[in-house]
Structures are given as structure tokens and as C-alpha cells.
């Protein structure tokens, strides 16, 4: 899996490509805990590149939300797919973290 981070202020955004899975999660992981440990409060997952998230990489981006919670941050979440659409719908993930539908709409109300 490849990770591409940038930041842009106290804003961190992390682009996952591929697979989210059990193969993926350390990587995953500890992109977003090193976001935080680096002084982010805000931190977006952008999901343009992602094909797929199991139950792990659920489990994985709650663990991270969890972490930006505790330094009173923000996360949020956009450009899901189709399917990753569906999975969060079901999980209901809108209720604790906002959706975007681009890169552009996020970065935009985050900063």
C-alpha cells in the first residue's frame, strides 16, 4: 500500500491507495497517529485512491479518530468510492465523522 501525506496548515491529509486490510493496518495506522504526534489537530482521510476497507480498516480509522479526539482535533473523511459509500452509510459513519464528497469541499470547511 502506498500513503501519500501532505499538510496544509494544522491540516494533515492522508490518501491511502489501494487496500485497506489486514496487510495495510500498521501502515494505516501509524500515518495517522504520526499526523497527530506532529502537531495536527485536523487530520482527512482522502479516499480518491482507495478500492476497498475491511471490518479492520474500519476498526483501524476509529482507533485513529480516537487519537485526534484526544488532542481535541477534527477528523473527516472524502472522496469515497462507490462502495466505501455503501460501508459507511451502513456502519453509519456520518454520524461521527463528516463526509465530503471532494478533496475541495473538505479542505475548504477544515481550514
Known sequence: MNIETRKEGD???IKPEGRID???LQEFSACIVKAVDSGSNKVLIDFTKTEYMSSAGIRSLMEG???VEE???TMAVCS???NLRELFDVIRLD???KIYK???DAIDKML
Do not use: E, Y
Request: overall charge positive; hydrophobic content about 50%.
Open 95 to 97: 454520524q461521527v465523522v
Open 102 to 104: 471532494t478533496d475541495f
Open 22 to 24: 489486514a496487510t495495510a
Open 80 to 82: 469515497p468510492n462507490a
Open 71 to 73: 488532542v481535541n482535533g
Open 65 to 67: 479518530l480516537r487519537k
Open 11 to 13: 491540516l494533515t491529509i
